[in-house]
Every structure is written in C-alpha cells, then in structure tokens.
C-alpha cells in the first residue's frame, strides 16, 4: 500500500516555472516506477511522464519534453516534477501515481495522489 501527496501546485503566467512534489508513504518506494499525469477539464487524464527504479530512468510525453524533468530521491521517498517554459495549455490537475510495473497508460498504475491544480495564465 502507498499513500501519495503532490503539492506546488499554483497560479503562474505563461513562461514562468513551477516546482511540484510528491511524497511517498509506505514501504519499498524505491521498487515503484513513478509516473506524473495530468487532466484538463473535460479532456481524458494524460501521461506527462515516468521515472523508473533502477537507473531512475526518465521518459516524456512529447507535449512537455524539453521543458518538463523528473527526478527522485529514494531516501526521502519522494518524486518531483519540475516544470518550465510553462504554456496555457499544461493548465490541468497533476497527480503523481506509483506502479509495480510502469507505463504510459493511466491504468498501469496502482496508487494515485490526489493531485494538485496546475493553472498557466496567458
């Protein structure tokens, strides 16, 4: 079992920043594949990206690649998803989601944070 918690979420004009996080509870946080998702109103929940265990290898949505980095740190048990350059159109909810086995498709995730307003002002 895994409780997840993303906060950073904010207000930011268009080319600015935001920082978001994601804290872990529970045992083995490193063995998860960690993955970042967002959803826009009235549009399906997309894949932003994931980071894997061993490696912490990064994958990207090509919508925010270049502009968007994911890193963790096991020790802390927690995921962060930095976000720059940001545009209007990544104004949606980011939740932070964990998996056994990994994935960009929602439903290979097992966890879900509650997730956390993201909202890009032109």
């Known amino acids: 079992q895994v409780t997840l918690v993303e906060s950073g979420g904010g207000l930011v004009q268009a080319g600015g920043s935001l920082r978001l996080s994601c804290a872990a509870s529970?045992?083995?946080?490193?063995?998860?594949?960690m993955g970042w998702f967002r959803q826009a109103p009235g549009k399906e929940r997309e894949f932003v990206g994931r980071i894997t265990t061993i490696g912490a290898l990064t994958y990207y949505a090509d919508s925010v690649k270049g502009r968007f980095t994911i890193s963790r740190d096991n020790a802390k048990n927690t995921v962060t998803l930095q976000m720059n350059s940001l545009k209007p159109e990544d104004t949606a909810v980011y939740y932070c989601?964990?998996?056994?086995?990994?994935?960009?498709?929602?439903?290979?995730?097992?966890?879900w944070g509650q997730g956390t307003q993201v909202t890009v002002s032109s």
């Open positions: 529970g045992r083995a946080f490193s063995y998860y594949v």
């Open positions: 989601a964990a998996s056994k086995i990994g994935g960009p498709s929602w439903y290979d995730y097992d966890w």
